[in-house]
């Protein structure tokens, strides 16, 4: 079973601004990703895909393969499923962990974990690993409760969880995500983060918050606060 690592880094972005490249504490959100997978031993190898030569060179500096993705899949008019499915069949791999440089507090811990997990997976009952935050809240869908009554109000901790990806790591059979055009298959398993670590940055004040908690070391988290059951 080889992996190989796919990190996605368009040189722009339209929510924030060059927000790969942009500044992150005394680095960026990119290069602190790199220095994050220089750290890992899980990957058969790691491939850099963008549109845009300055993050390609960068890349190769550190050693990383690249793949020069055509600027139509960089277009933010071009669904995510073509996006996947291109990528993927234009590298090596029997299986592809998908690693996004906009969760910054997600480090060579989580990835060496996430590996583990998916390859002792039962691959007749999980064909897919994401990395996930259970919700335990009341939600709402088109004025509706989702996972509550409204009469007896329930108590917290009695409320069904719900899940959000955050895409920090996702793994999946290669010829699978060729297939589907997806990350998530039909019946996936979930690695639970810790919010914090799992952070996700899609716009300025996620940008701003994300940086707050880098330069604070994680708020102290340790190994074992990552990974939540």
């Known amino acids: 079973m080889t992996i190989t690592a796919i990190v ?119 064909d897919c690993l994401l990395s996930a935050i259970s919700h335990k809240q009341n939600f709402f869908f088109r004025n509706k409760p989702v996972n509550f009554k409204r009469t007896p109000w329930p108590s917290s901790q009695n409320l069904e969880p719900l899940v959000t990806l955050p895409f920090a790591i996702s793994i999946v059979n290669r010829n699978d995500l060729i297939k589907w055009k997806s990350l998530v298959g039909k019946k996936p398993s979930f690695l639970y983060l810790n919010p914090i670590v799992a952070i996700d940055i899609d716009d300025n004040i996620e940008f701003k918050i994300a940086e707050i908690i880098f330069k604070q070391n994680k708020f102290g988290l340790k190994k074992k606060d990552y990974f939540l059951k």
């Open 8 to 126: 996605p880094v368009k040189g722009n972005s339209q929510r924030v601004k060059k927000k790969n490249l942009r500044k992150f504490s005394n680095t960026s959100l990119y290069e602190l990703k790199l220095n994050h997978l220089k750290k890992t031993n899980c990957f058969d190898k790691i491939v850099i895909s963008s549109e845009d030569d300055r993050v390609l060179e960068i890349a190769k500096r550190y050693k990383f393969s690249t793949h020069k993705r055509k600027k139509y899949y960089s277009s933010s008019h071009v669904p995510m499923s073509e996006v996947y499915s291109n990528i993927a069949s234009e590298v090596d791999g029997d299986h592809i962990a998908w690693v996004n440089v906009t969760n910054p507090l997600c480090d060579h811990n989580i990835y060496e974990y996430a590996v583990k997990k998916y390859k002792s997976l039962n691959k007749e009952k999980y």
